[in-house]
């Protein structure tokens, strides 16, 4: 029988903290659904950069964006009457916006507006949209995943093209989360956090998906969530029960395993720094970025386009 290494395993270190003055601990309808109703004064999701090497990330119950700069510094950027999680830049200065109660917003990184970008479906309401990804052509990839879970494994993956063309590939996952593309973009991965997995899905050449099958299994009380992909071909995932972050090679084999030491949920990640070597970790208990030097960088973040 061929037993496996055991994958290195380091810590994170603490980058910077939600300052006080941003904290305001409190119910929200957000957490009496998913925290128990315990108090809460913020969860941050959603992390990306801009080409100036700044963080932008997510805080869902109360319905922020922050931007954080190379020095740690926080300033909100946008604040509006949704719960926002996933964000990837549109263009150079336009972020998308996964919004549970909303939609897809689009928020100006400069100016803070923030408008609709894609509300419903055939004038149906999206169970509650989690993370998105674009891939080289501009296509859209997000997850809608609601309060599904394995008492209803009914999340959805969408895929929208840069023509508005919006295809449904997969309806049956308990809890769609976080999505990234291989490499060749012949394969598309979600996190399924309900199921403790990441499922990967071949993209056929003709629009279609075919097999889509479990590539990794985790364990714990809250199974994967962010996904992040390095130069190396190496899957990223964050895993907010265990606090851990897996990198996983081709096989699906973990070949490092990353740890908080801050906070015991590690919710989403991306990678920056002027080499992009970095990678930041969105840590939701104590709202905190923790970070770690990698030895590849990460993947190209692709934009549909560039601003006027």
Same mark, same amino acid.
């Given at each position: 029988?061929?037993?496996?290494?055991?994958?290195?395993?380091?810590?994170?270190?603490?980058?910077?903290?939600?300052?006080?003055?941003?904290?305001?601990?409190?119910?929200?309808?957000?957490?009496?659904?998913?925290?128990?109703?315990?108090?809460?004064?913020? #969860?941050?999701? /959603?992390?990306?950069?801009?080409?100036?090497?700044?963080?932008?990330?997510?805080?869902?119950?109360?319905?922020?964006? #922050?931007?954080?700069?190379?020095?740690?510094?926080?300033?909100?950027?946008?604040?509006?009457?949704?719960?926002?999680?996933?964000?990837?830049?549109?263009?150079?200065?336009?972020?998308?916006?996964?919004?549970?109660?909303?939609?897809?917003?689009?928020?100006?990184?400069?100016?803070?507006?923030?408008?609709?970008?894609?509300?419903?479906?055939?004038?149906?309401?999206?169970?509650?949209?989690?993370?998105?990804?674009?891939?080289?052509?501009?296509?859209?990839?997000?997850?809608?995943?609601?309060?599904?879970?394995?008492?209803?494994?009914?999340?959805?993956?969408?895929?929208?093209?840069?023509?508005?063309?919006?295809?449904?590939?997969?309806?049956?996952?308990?809890?769609?989360?976080?999505?990234?593309?291989?490499?060749?973009?012949?394969?598309?991965?979600?996190?399924?956090?309900?199921?403790?997995?990441?499922?990967?899905?071949?993209?056929?050449?003709?629009?279609?998906?075919?097999?889509?099958?479990?590539?990794?299994?985790?364990?714990?009380?809250?199974?994967?969530?962010?996904?992040?992909?390095?130069?190396?071909?190496?899957?990223?995932?964050?895993?907010?029960?265990?606090?851990?972050?897996?990198?996983?090679?081709?096989?699906?084999?973990?070949?490092?395993?990353?740890?908080?030491?801050?906070?015991?949920?590690?919710?989403?990640?991306?990678?920056? /720094?002027?080499?992009?070597?970095?990678?930041?970790?969105?840590?939701?208990?104590?709202?905190?970025?923790?970070?770690?030097?990698?030895?590849?960088?990460?993947?190209?973040?692709?934009?549909?386009?560039?601003?006027?």
């Amino acid at each position: 029988m061929l037993l496996l290494t055991p994958p290195e395993v380091r810590t994170l270190d603490l980058f910077t903290t939600l300052p006080a003055r941003f904290r305001q601990r409190q119910r929200t309808v957000w957490s009496d659904a998913n925290m128990g109703g315990r108090e809460v004064d913020s #969860f941050l999701e /959603g992390p990306v950069f801009d080409d100036a090497g700044n963080l932008y990330v997510t805080d869902i119950p109360f319905g922020r964006v #922050f931007r954080i700069d190379p020095q740690g510094e926080w300033e909100l950027v946008a604040q509006w009457d949704g719960e926002p999680n996933g964000m990837k830049f549109l263009n150079a200065t336009e972020l998308l916006v996964t919004d549970y109660r909303n939609g897809l917003m689009v928020v100006d990184s400069r100016s803070g507006a923030v408008r609709p970008y894609l509300g419903r479906r055939n004038t149906e309401s999206f169970k509650g949209l989690n993370d998105l990804c674009f891939d080289s052509q501009g296509n859209l990839y997000f997850t809608d995943q609601g309060q599904t879970g394995l008492q209803d494994p009914t999340g959805r993956v969408y895929r929208l093209s840069p023509a508005g063309r919006l295809d449904l590939l997969l309806n049956n996952v308990p809890s769609p989360n976080g999505i990234v593309l291989s490499l060749d973009e012949r394969f598309l991965f979600v996190a399924a956090t309900r199921g403790n997995c990441v499922w990967r899905m071949p993209l056929l050449a003709d629009g279609g998906v075919s097999k889509a099958g479990q590539f990794f299994t985790s364990y714990g009380p809250s199974g994967p969530d962010g996904l992040a992909m390095d130069s190396a071909g190496q899957l990223l995932v964050a895993n907010p029960g265990l606090a851990y972050v897996w990198v996983l090679n081709h096989r699906a084999e973990p070949v490092q395993v990353l740890r908080a030491e801050t906070g015991t949920s590690l919710t989403n990640l991306a990678f920056g /720094g002027t080499d992009r070597r970095t990678l930041y970790c969105t840590e939701s208990t104590s709202g905190s970025v923790l970070r770690a030097t990698m030895a590849a960088p990460g993947a190209q973040v692709h934009r549909p386009g560039t601003a006027a």
